[in-house]
């Protein structure tokens, strides 16, 4: 008798190996970013300001995927550690947040990062990049 697929055991849930692999990868991250100060979340507003160096609460949000319940506590702790500065737009109705000096030299500290993230992955680089792209793709369609 031929088993017949059944679309609710938990081995047939793309979700779950999603969900799986996010939170191991991140508590790789864990140790190397507790030498910063930051946890993950913190970590990559950290990389998007690193990368703009001066972004709106709103483009900060669109570029790490958070909405603003999350983004503006972790945009004060990282105000608070000294990493960003907040100021109001020329119009006045604007947040803008920027990189302080201290959080631009956090960026030095964090470069070899990705590099140990990559070593734990044990993927060839063209199963990364296929992963990396099938992630995005498909973010692309949820949202």
């Not at 945009?75 to 604007?94: A, H, I, N, S, V």
């Not at 680089?125 to 973010?139: F, I, R, V």
Request: glycine residues 6%; negative net charge.
């Amino acid at each position: 008798m031929e088993d017949k697929f059944d679309p609710l055991l938990l081995e047939n849930q793309l979700c779950f190996p999603l969900y799986a692999v996010s939170k191991a990868l991140v508590r790789q991250y864990e140790p190397l970013l507790s030498e910063l100060n930051l946890t993950y979340t913190q970590y990559i507003v950290m990389l998007a300001m690193w990368e703009k160096k001066t972004l709106s609460v709103n483009d900060i949000g669109a570029m790490v995927h958070l909405d603003s319940g999350t983004l503006s506590p972790l945009l004060q702790k990282l105000e608070e550690k000294g990493f960003l500065d907040k100021t109001r737009g020329q119009d006045g109705r604007k947040r803008l947040i920027s990189l302080t000096e201290e959080g631009a030299n956090l960026k030095e500290k964090a470069k070899d990062i990705p590099l140990k993230i990559g070593n734990c992955l044990h993927l060839t680089p063209d199963e990364a990049k296929c992963l990396y792209s099938l992630c995005y793709k498909t973010l692309g369609w949820l949202e």
